[in-house]
């Protein structure tokens, strides 16, 4: 399926790159010696990329640093002269995105709390229509598949074609263990409606805690997703912002270290024989399950003309609560997963209840 946006892939503004994506940098840009210690460690990675590093920060809350503002351009610019790497940072409104358009910096995002407002979507796009910027847009706060979509169509709508989407996770209702909890369906559904449009992961700001970015990041990863922004720190301990989740360039090496880079498609030639024979095998056994549900809702009508005839419920809670207890026994015997089953005969029961009672209510109509 395809939208029939005409998206660059990111090989082509980066030519250099060698899968994945990989942006890295300090949450905040904090002083000049800040960003040129951090840049100079990360760009001896050569897995690195992109160097990040925040001007205007977002603060959920006043009074927390928020960014050393436009003097801090000038600092990535320095980054750029002397370690050669692309330079980024985030912007918020049309100033920002001005003044970062003529300190010439590379990358701009657009951040969570932006992304969840058209309103500063359009006015950020109104300011890089007709230039060949590259503008990545961080989903919204809120899980809106719809209002990601739509910040990414204004971007491309004002003819940037260089467009990146970053999954940071969304809001938590509550205490979780992650900052900001991924939603990795979210990512399928954006990936399958606007398969044009490169995804990268943000583990720092779904962790929101060093210990968590490893798996996340894996994860990301093992969903095919093209690449990382990732925040690192000379020396998180004295961050100004997000310290917690700020790895050293040297830890960041480490954690890179260990991932699993995965491919969409592997070397091997007989790698895709074998998965078409597995994936045709999959096909035949989803029509049977197509035709066998089809056959028990056929059934279900039956049994709901015959408690018409009756007067008798829909619904019988006993029957309910015992099929239930006994589809969830034998999924797990055969190895399927308990919330799998449950949800799977639920969502089941839910439409047979429902073919049932619009069986009954035909009758109501009758008498
Ligand atoms: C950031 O990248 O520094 C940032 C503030 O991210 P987000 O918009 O995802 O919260
Ligand atoms: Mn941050």
Known sequence: MSTGLEISRVREWLPQLNNPLLIAGPCSLESEEQALA???MLARDHRVFVFRGGVWKPRTRPGSFEGMGSVALRWLQTVREETGLPVGTE???ATHTEEALKHGIDVLW????????PFVVQEIADVVRGT???VMVKNPVNPDLQLWMGAIERVYRAGIRHIVAIHRGFTPFGE???RNYPNWQTVIELRRLMPEVPVIC???????KREY???????AFDMGLEGLMIESHVDPSCALSDKEQQLTPADLGLLLDRLVIRHQSAANPLFDNQLEVLRNRID???KELLEVLSSRMDIVREIGRYKRENNVTALQINRWAQLMEDRTQLGKKLNLAEAFTKVLFQMIHEDSVRIQTEIMDHTNGER
Not at 110 to 117: E, P
Not at 202 to 208: E, M, V
């Open 284 to 286: 035949a056994l989803d």
């Open 38 to 40: 951090t840049a100079r």
């Open 176 to 178: 979780t263990k992650y």
């Open 202 to 208: 943000d583990p720092s700001h779904i962790a929101g």
């Open 213 to 219: 970015l490893y798996e996340i990041a894996q994860k």
């Open 91 to 93: 912007v918020a409104n």
């Open 132 to 134: 060949d910027a590259v």
């Open 110 to 117: 657009i951040g969570a709390r932006s992304t969840a407002s």
